[in-house]
Structures are given as structure tokens and as C-alpha cells.
């Protein structure tokens, strides 16, 4: 049983015979399936052992949409899920019990009772339009105990309603849950086969005929297209549902992989390899649909923690392919590059196959388009995304570098790719780990003073890079080098739970400046809430993925032109500097019109 009772694909073609829609009686067999008759033929909705007495649920009948019901005497009843008077779909959501020893239930709305055995309104009699205040009645019935297969999980929910908080006790914690660690499955391997490249550049020796700079160009390619993909990958996730993007997404990542397992040998063109890592970009666009679709299942107190699970688990993806590719060349050598995306290609068809037959799509309104470009004019949209740009920037451009920097500038003390290799995989480790730190804090003190300490720190942590480096000191600048990328995850973690605080935060206004009586403002502006959150999600992604390429790039020319990377690690001093001043004085400095709770 998932949040509501599924239709199956075929239901039965039997001929619904008259009788008392509410005529099933208690007793019935935990395992019998439950079926409702729309007038022509029965369709099986769920298993009878199921539902909860007490509580309702939403069938697809026919098309439309039925509120069931088991009530606590065991009896079961089906009537039309739109409240006449509201015009919401809510029925299944009221409050069961009985009036004068009439079992009743009533609408979360405006509060009619009616009558579960007949649909009728004890309250009034005609609804606003003029029409009878009564609800459709369905026949419902049970058949078995079952012998046959329980009904097909949909692919799409009925419903889910996460802030509510019996439907989340009841089923929401449940699905979220098993989305969750499926998402975080999928993302994971998306960002192995995006970060291969640090990996694989380390194996690429004399023979290659590639410079530190070339090789610095090989990382920066996969980045820049993985930031690119995800405003599209974004939107995606609304226009095709969650699950179905994440199959289709998985299934990508086996073209990057099959391609470089192919091409890549002593003799193959610099253009050859820089195609094979533009199309590993597939793997960054996973990270912003997986974080859009989680963001939709959590409720807003929760969002903080799950979305740094995702993104912590997702991230773990970048410490354990350069852990694979250490462990080849630690026992077939750096000749057997290929051997690294060979052994990725079974995870990916494996990762697709059970993300087809597990997940979930959460039933949503197709406006990703319109969301973005009404985000693109809030000024706070530039200021997250300028914040992720500083932490997770930081985060996957150090990922993707930090193997090449350690070659390039300590290169007589680590002069072999496993040495190089065995201190590449801590920082990515690191920061992965701190990521669903940063988001839990964040949950509990607020993103915004998560985020200003975490920048500040971040600032110490480049100075004394940049000063190890200057003075040739290789523990300092490996331990320096370490707490950047645990204080990157950390703001990762907070800058994200920033995004639906943010916008929580813009719904509550418009609900206090809504005209009294607008009992639509509500659910319009958390409606709003969460697809600017969403939007903002990806755009924020997107920009923040873009950091790692501007890292890349900053210490491709600070070791062209000075043969080290302190001109690099001046230029992150400053920026860190730059966004925690930034942080205070849009989301902490007092000001009467700041927004409280980011």
C-alpha cells in the first residue's frame, strides 16, 4: 500500500450488479482485494488489509477520483473525492465519525458532514453552483481472500501531501524514504562517471603527449557541460516525472562510459579526449533533477536533512571512482586506464533497472519553464547561486584538481599516480560526508548563520594554503587543503537548505498580504513556494557547477604562468570573502524588510 490506492492498468470486466455502495461488511480477509464499480466494470484499487480504519484514501476510478474509506466498525465506503462546496479534492482527507448514529465524514474545508452511505449533506442542502449538496456514491466490494497478484504499483502517485502530518505518519515518511535512497543510488553514480576524469588524467603518462595545462582543460570540459545540463535536467523532472527522468538519465550515463572505454589508448588525438570527457557532462546534469525531485518529497522541516543525504551520498560518487581507479593502478598499472569505466558500465544498468521498478513520480503541475523566468527577476536568485557558487564550486573544482595541483606542485615528494591517487580520494571523501552535516545544522540554527561561519572558515583555510604553498610546507597545505573540503561540504549542505526556507519564508508574505477571506492564498503561495524552489534548485545547480570549471581554470593559469597555484589560491581567498559578506548582509544584517527563517 503507497500513499493512496492505485488503479491497476486492466481492471476486471465484470458487470457491476445494484447494491448498497457501502454494503461491504467487517470481516473481510486482510488479503481480499478492494474494488469500486464505476456502473460497468470493477476496478481493483488495493488490498483490504491496507487501509486504515478511520482514514481515507484517493482511487482513480474511470478517470475520476474516488475517496475510500474503511470505517471502524470494518465497513467500507467509496464517494466522489470533490467537496461540492470548495471544489477541492479533499474528501479523502476529512475526518471520519458519526452524527445521531449516521456515519459520517467531514470535508477539511469548510467542514460539511456527509453521509458515508449515501453521500448526502447533512448540513445544507444545495451547493454554491445551485447543485444538490450531495457527493457520489460508488459500489465497493471485496473479493478473495486474493489468489491473484497484488495490483501493479503506479508509476505516479495519486497524491502526496508531505506537510500534512497524519499522511506523512502514515505513508509519505515511507515513500520518501525508499525515493530517497534510490535518488541517492542514481545520483551517486552520475557522479562518478562526471568526475572520471580526475581519475583518468593521472593515467594518461609520456605517452599521451599531454601538458599539466592540457590535462588541467580534460577536467574542466566534463564540468562546464555537466553545469550546463542542469537547468534542462531541472526542468525535466516536472515535465516527465521523477522516476521516469531518473531511468532515463541513468541509461546516459552509459554512452560517456562505453565511449572512453573505446577510445582511450597511447596514440588517440587530444580532440578524441576531449570529446569523450565533454560527454561525461551527462553525469553533472543527475545531481540538479535528483535534488528537484527529493526537494518534492520531503516537508519543509525535513527538507534541510534530506536534501543533504542526497546530495552528501550523491557527492560520495567523486571520492569512490577516484577509490576505484587508485586500486587499479595499485595492482594492473597505469597502462589499464580502460578498466575504470569497464567497471562501471553493470552499476549503471543495474542503477536504471531498479530505479524503474522502485521509484516514484509525485504528481506536479508542468510550469518548471515559467518558474525559472519568474525567478531570474528575484535578486535572491543571483545571491544563492552566487553562495553555491563559492561552496559547491569549490567543492567539485577542488574534486576534479586537487590530484593535478598535488602532481604539479609537489611532485618530487609524490612522484607515482598511486601516490598522487592515495591523497586525491580524502578531500572528495571529506566533503561528501560533511554535506548532510551542513543541511541538519542548517535545519536546526538557520542556513544563513550556517553558511556565514562556514564562508569565514573557508576564508582561514585558503589563506593557510596559500601560505603552506608559498612556504613549501606539504603537511600544512594537505591539512589546510582537507578543512576547505569538509567546510565546502558543510555550505553545500547549508546554502541548499537556504533555497526552500528562502522561498517558504516569500509565501508566508503573500499569505499576511492576501485579502481576508482568500482561503485559496494558502495553498496558492506554497503551490508557488515550491516550484520556485524547485526552479531555483536547478538554476543554482547549474551556476554552481559552473565554480568548478572556474577553478580549473584558475589553476590552469596560475601554473602556466608562475608554475604554482598561489594566484588560485589568492582569488578563493577573496571570493570566500566576498560571500560571507554577502550572507550578512542580505539574510542576517537587521533590516525591516529582510526575510526571516532563511
Known amino acids: 500500500m503507497t500513499d493512496t490506492a492505485h488503479a491497476p492498468t486492466a481492471p476486471t470486466q465484470q458487470p457491476v450488479r445494484p447494491q448498497d455502495p457501502s454494503a461491504e461488511a467487517a470481516g473481510a480477509a486482510p488479503d481480499a482485494l478492494v474494488e469500486i464499480g464505476d456502473g460497468d466494470t470493477w476496478t481493483s484499487v488495493c488490498r483490504y488489509g491496507d487501509l486504515t480504519p478511520g482514514r481515507g484514501v484517493t482511487a482513480l476510478v474511470g478517470g475520476e477520483q474516488v475517496a475510500l474509506f474503511r470505517d471502524a466498525d470494518g465497513a467500507l465506503h467509496a464517494l466522489a473525492n470533490r467537496d461540492p462546496f470548495s471544489g477541492a479534492y479533499v474528501i479523502s482527507r476529512g475526518v471520519t465519525g458519526s452524527r445521531a448514529g449516521t456515519p459520517v465524514v467531514t470535508s477539511p474545508m469548510y467542514k460539511q458532514a456527509f453521509d458515508l452511505r449515501?453521500?448526502?449533506?447533512?448540513?445544507?442542502?444545495?451547493a454554491p453552483d445551485g447543485t444538490p449538496a450531495a457527493l457520489r456514491t460508488w459500489a465497493v466490494r471485496t473479493t478473495g481472500?486474493?489468489?491473484?497478484?497484488?495490483?501493479?504499483?503506479?508509476?505516479t502517485l495519486a497524491e502526496w501531501r508531505p506537510e500534512d502530518p497524519a499522511f506523512w505518519e502514515r505513508v509519505g515518511a515511507r515513500i520518501a524514504r525508499r525515493n530517497l535512497w534510490l535518488s541517492v543510488l542514481t545520483e551517486h553514480i552520475g557522479f562518478s562517471i562526471w568526475s572520471m576524469w580526475s581519475v583518468l588524467v593521472l593515467f594518461l603518462g609520456p605517452e599521451y603527449g599531454i601538458d599539466a595545462a592540457g590535462k588541467f582543460t580534460l577536467t574542466a570540459v566534463p564540468t562546464a557541460v555537466g553545469a550546463a545540463l542542469r537547468l534542462p535536467y531541472t526542468a525535466a523532472v516536472a515535465r516527465f516525472g521523477g522516476r521516469n527522468w531518473t531511468v532515463v538519465s541513468a541509461l546516459l550515463l552509459l554512452l560517456p562510459t562505453a565511449f572512453v572505454a573505446v577510445v582511450l589508448e597511447p596514440?588517440?588525438?587530444?580532440?578524441?579526449?576531449?570529446?569523450?570527457?565533454?560527454?561525461?557532462?551527462?553525469?553533472?546534469?543527475?545531481?540538479?533533477?535528483?535534488?528537484?525531485?527529493?526537494?518534492?518529497?520531503?516537508?519543509?522541516?525535513?527538507?534541510?536533512?534530506?536534501?543533504?543525504?542526497?546530495?552528501?551520498g550523491g557527492n560520495l560518487g567523486v571520492p569512490a571512482v577516484q577509490l576505484v581507479g587508485l586500486l587499479i593502478l595499485a595492482t594492473a598499472g597505469a597502462a589499464h586506464p580502460r578498466l575504470l569505466p569497464m567497471v562501471y558500465l553493470p552499476l549503471i544498468a543495474l542503477t536504471a533497472v531498479v530505479a524503474a521498478l522502485r521509484m516514484d513520480?509525485?504528481?506536479?503541475?508542468?510550469?518548471?519553464?515559467?518558474?525559472?523566468?519568474?525567478?531570474?527577476?528575484?535578486?535572491?536568485?543571483?545571491?544563492?547561486?552566487?553562495?553555491?557558487l563559492g561552496?559547491?564550486?569549490?567543492?567539485?573544482?577542488?574534486s576534479f584538481a586537487f590530484g593535478l595541483v598535488l602532481q604539479a606542485q609537489f611532485h618530487h615528494q609524490l612522484d607515482t599516480p598511486v601516490k598522487v591517487a592515495c591523497l586525491t580520494v580524502l578531500g572528495p571523501l571529506l566533503g561528501s560526508l560533511a554535506r548532510p552535516v551542513?543541511?541538519?545544522?542548517?535545519?536546526?540554527?538557520?542556513?544563513?548563520?550556517?553558511t556565514l561561519a562556514t564562508f569565514g572558515a573557508m576564508a582561514v583555510g585558503a589563506a593557510?594554503?596559500?601560505?603552506?604553498?608559498?612556504?613549501?610546507?606539504?603537511?600544512?597545505?594537505?591539512?589546510?587543503?582537507?578543512?576547505?573540503?569538509?567546510?565546502?561540504?558543510?555550505?553545500n549542505g547549508s546554502t541548499y537548505r537556504m533555497i526552500p526556507a528562502l522561498h517558504r519564508a516569500k509565501a508566508r508574505r503573500r499569505v499576511l498580504a492576501a485579502p481576508t477571506g482568500d482561503t485559496t492564498a494558502p495553498a496558492e503561495a506554497e503551490a508557488t513556494a515550491q516550484r520556485h524552489a524547485t526552479a531555483?534548485?536547478?538554476?543554482?545547480?547549474?551556476?554552481?557547477?559552473?565554480?568548478?570549471?572556474?577553478?580549473n581554470i584558475a589553476f590552469r593559469q596560475s601554473f602556466l604562468t608562475a608554475h604554482n597555484g598561489d594566484a588560485a589560491y589568492l582569488a578563493f581567498l577573496a571570493f570566500y570573502v566576498l560571500c560571507s559578506a554577502l550572507t550578512w548582509t542580505v539574510y542576517l544584517r537587521p533590516a525591516p524588510h529582510r526575510l526571516s527563517g532563511v
Not at 118 to 126: H, N, S, V
Not at 361 to 388: F, Q
Not at 438 to 450: E, L, Q, S, T, Y
Not at 536 to 551: D, E, P, R, S, Y
Request: net charge positive; with cysteine.
Open 267 to 312: 596514440g588517440v588525438s587530444y580532440s578524441t579526449l576531449l570529446v569523450a570527457a565533454a560527454v561525461a557532462g551527462v553525469g553533472g546534469g543527475n545531481f540538479a533533477s535528483s535534488m528537484a525531485n527529493i526537494n518534492a518529497f520531503y516537508p519543509q522541516r525535513l527538507k534541510g536533512r534530506a536534501l543533504g543525504i542526497n546530495a552528501g
Open 438 to 450: 551542513g543541511g541538519a545544522w542548517a535545519d536546526r540554527h538557520g542556513g544563513a548563520r550556517v
Open 464 to 491: 593557510l594554503i596559500l601560505t603552506a604553498s608559498r612556504l613549501h610546507l606539504p603537511a600544512l597545505f594537505l591539512a589546510a587543503f582537507a578543512a576547505l573540503f569538509v567546510l565546502s561540504g558543510i555550505g
Open 391 to 398: 561552496t559547491f564550486g569549490s567543492f567539485i573544482g577542488f
Open 361 to 388: 513520480n509525485v504528481p506536479t503541475t508542468r510550469k518548471s519553464g515559467p518558474a525559472l523566468r519568474e525567478i531570474t527577476r528575484d535578486r535572491h536568485t543571483w545571491v544563492m547561486s552566487l553562495l553555491y
Open 118 to 126: 449515501t453521500g448526502d449533506c447533512l448540513d445544507e442542502e444545495r
Open 536 to 551: 531555483l534548485i536547478g538554476l543554482a545547480g547549474a551556476i554552481g557547477a559552473f565554480g568548478g570549471v572556474l577553478v
Open 145 to 155: 481472500p486474493a489468489t491473484s497478484p497484488p495490483p501493479p504499483r503506479a508509476r
